[in-house]
């Protein structure tokens, strides 16, 4: 018997030379990976548009000064500040002036500036810190060295750092360790993931080995794509290409094994059985990847560099991850040979327990009333999706973006009692210098800016080739939604200033350019992706109906877990909101992802629709591929669980909502709902295929019972 390709991986002197390659590949690869690190870029242009007006005031902005980042230092006393503490206030800026440290700025420093001149209750210090292109490694140095220098107070006054530098430290340190965390956590889900499935310490590491050999290969390649190739790489894309390949490459191996189980079964020599296994299942294995890789590749429309950036760097890691659970992991099954699989070996000629299983139960069951399954079921999905009304996905702000409360928000919150909300984070304007004094009346005259905030930036040239530079306090919070609204305004305003070529940045600018751009991007890339899984589902299946059925439930299903998750994070969790880009990662993971369950169901139905008819093959199709296509969904919904490990609300939210989704999707869409579809439509499912022409007259009793009789064969 021929299996083409398959023996390349899996040949009795093939799966050696495939183990071969891979130890070398792995020696290559191992000293790039572990740079990867280093190669990230989180600065604020790396995240957003190019062609942002707060991008533009960013670059422009160079020509003045460094690009830096200030760090406010607040003091606090409710009573009144005692002359004690002013006057070590005042010691503590003469230190700060001459630190150098880590790129702070020292000398720039400012302050300090008291909340009122008579009984001040409350005194910030602005200490600005160098951000080049080691600014963001140096950021949670930096505020450190500060922090050594003033102290943490006592006796009654508060001493806090905040401000955006303040803020960037606590990011930065919640990023920290971000790569080795996930890795552990991902590595620990799938240990007891893989347990609980095979029962076996042994056969548990050889995905395992895949695995880590596939994440070491695609970081190596996007360090080397990011030193030399352009690709922009990030923190948050980083964090997701370790679960992405963790969860994708053990779901490739879950449903591999399956197969190879079956094939061992019916066949005595494992080379042979490896080559059938991959044979049958291969094709539905590269298709699920290609999905994940087609599907994160429609993320480079986004005009967001942080998810354009994502879409390359999750397609690299992804892909690697289909060629190594095809090719090392097939070489390591067959080189270790059956007793891998202790203590429940499968042996040649032993039965398959699928056909008494629980999944063969569930389909008969569905099959004596498929109708009214899957509308039970799709009105079950549909009410909880009516959760969405409470969805908030509107940002989130620095207050809310932490799962803990760190010394920055408590700064912010004590500032804000005393100060101007937005100080620390000021509006930064750029204009034609014949039109500066307009605009910066115009500025002035703006609701929500604070009029005497007006001034030159520390450090800043008062001109460069016809520009001028210049910033300004907001009374709101920078992070609301009531600094954006300034923002706009202010825009509106000074745009309207003839000849001005004004523009206005900053960090709030940038925040509200961000939501826009991801506004357009959910509109987009939705579609998209919805397009390219249908488009590969149609190629997959040479069918129409059953793509579209397919599409569907999917959609459900994405509407499903955003309405619950909606509901536990207002009610269970007590989370503020969700970020803008929230939907749009959710809904790319959960469908790319998702859909590879479906892909796997409907490939072996399809295959035993051929055999005995589509009913007896949906009811065949579920007993043979529903315990395995469990396992991978509980392993996935672990490996994105474990975003819930990292100290920031965003990924929290992501990693419920996609393991929530992947649930869903494994136990009650694809194992109810999918599967009563199929049973109601019958071979219809399959048009325009030829397949749709047959067992057309069949009942679906005789036609179950058929398949049940037969699938012991």
């Known amino acids: 018997m021929k299996q083409g390709i398959a023996h390349l991986v899996c040949g009795r002197r093939a799966k050696w030379l495939v183990l071969v390659f891979w130890v070398v590949v792995l020696f290559i690869a191992a000293p790039f990976a572990m740079k990867l690190t280093d190669a990230q870029d989180n600065d604020a242009a790396s995240w957003l548009p190019g062609s942002a007006e707060s991008t533009q005031v960013l670059q422009i902005s ?27 206030i005042a010691e503590d800026v003469t230190q700060l002036k001459q630190l150098r440290d880590h790129g702070i700025l020292g000398e720039q420093t400012r302050g300090p500036v008291f909340d009122r001149q008579t009984d001040p209750r409350a005194a910030q210090v602005f200490v600005p810190i160098m951000m080049d292109e080691e600014g963001w490694e140096r950021i949670s140095p930096a505020v450190e060295s500060i922090r050594d220098d003033v102290g943490t107070g006592g006796d009654g006054l508060s001493v806090h750092i905040t401000g955006p530098g303040g803020t960037s430290a606590d990011f930065a340190e919640a990023f920290e360790g971000i790569d080795s965390t996930l890795l552990l956590s991902a590595m620990v889900v799938v240990v007891v993931m893989l347990l609980i499935t095979y029962r076996s310490l042994t056969l548990l590491l050889v995905p395992l080995v895949a695995v880590v050999c596939a994440l070491f290969t695609s970081q190596a390649l996007i360090y080397l794509l990011a030193e030399h190739g352009g690709l922009t790489v990030n923190g948050q894309s980083a964090g997701i290409l370790t679960v992405l390949v963790f969860g994708a490459g053990t779901d490739y191996a879950l449903l591999l094994v399956a197969r190879y189980r079956e094939e061992l079964r ?17 094709p539905a294995v590269l ?5 994940v890789v087609l599907s994160m590749l429609v993320l480079l429309a986004a005009e967001m560099n942080s998810t354009s950036g994502l879409g390359p760097v999750a397609a690299i890691g992804v892909a690697v991850a289909l060629v190594a659970m095809m090719s090392l992991f097939p ?3 067959v080189i270790f ?25 569930t389909g008969r069951r569905i099959a004596r009333r498929p109708r009214m399954t899957w509308i039970v079921t799709a009105l079950a999905l549909a009410v909880c999706s009516l959760g969405l009304i409470q969805l908030r996905a509107e940002g989130i702000g620095n207050a809310d973006a932490f799962t803990g409360k760190p010394d920055s928000i408590t700064g912010q919150e004590v500032s804000a009692r005393y100060f101007p909300a937005g100080s620390g984070d000021p509006l930064v ?17 703006t609701q929500g800016v604070v009029p005497q905030s007006l001034g030159l930036p520390p450090g800043a040239k008062p001109a460069f080739e016809g520009k001028v530079l210049f910033e300004a306090t907001m009374t709101a919070p920078a992070d609301s939604e009531a600094a954006k609204q300034t923002v706009e305004r202010v825009r509106d305003a000074v745009h309207a200033v003839p000849d001005a070529d004004a523009k206005v940045g900053g960090g709030t600018a940038a925040l509200l350019d961000a939501d826009k751009a991801t506004t357009h991007d959910n509109k987009l890339i939705i579609p998209l992706v919805l397009v390219v899984v249908l488009l590969i589902l149609c190629v997959l299946l040479w069918a129409l109906i059953a793509p579209l059925l397919l599409i569907g439930t999917v959609i459900l299903s994405f509407a499903a877990a955003l309405g619950i998750s909606a509901l536990a994070f207002r009610y269970v969790f007590d989370y503020a909101g969700e970020a803008t880009d929230f939907p749009l990662f959710v809904f790319v993971f959960l469908v790319a992802l998702g859909i590879d369950y479906n892909i796997f169901l409907t490939t072996r139905i399809r295959e035993e629709a051929a055999r005995q008819g589509t009913r007896a093959g949906v009811v065949t199709g579920l007993a043979a591929t529903g315990a395995v296509i469990t396992s991978a969904g509980l392993v996935l919904a672990g490996t994105f669980a474990a975003l819930g490990t990292l100290p920031m609300v965003a990924f929290a939210e992501i990693g419920f909502t996609v393991a929530l989704g992947v649930l869903i999707d494994t136990f009650i869409v694809r194992s109810v709902l999918v599967t009563s579809l199929f049973l109601d439509v019958g071979p219809k499912v399959w048009w325009p295929h030829r397949l749709a022409r047959q067992d057309g007259g069949a009942s679906a009793r005789e036609s179950v019972g058929a398949g049940v009789s037969r699938s012991g064969e």
């Open 266 to 282: 019916r066949h005595e020599d494992r080379h042979e059985a490896m080559a059938l296994a991959l044979h049958r299942a291969g």
């Open 62 to 88: 160079e020509d003045f000064r460094p690009e830096q980042i200030p760090a406010v230092v607040i003091y606090a006393r409710e009573s009144g500040l005692t002359a004690q503490d002013r006057t070590e």
């Open 287 to 291: 298709a699920s990847g290609a999905t």
């Open 429 to 445: 304007i750029v204009s034609n210098q014949a039109q500066a004094v307009q605009v910066g009346r115009t500025v002035a005259a």
């Open 337 to 361: 040979g059956r007793w891998i699989f202790w203590p429940v070996i499968p042996h040649h000629g032993s039965p398959d327990p699928t056909d008494r299983g629980v999944w063969a139960r």
């Open 331 to 333: 070489a390591l099954l």
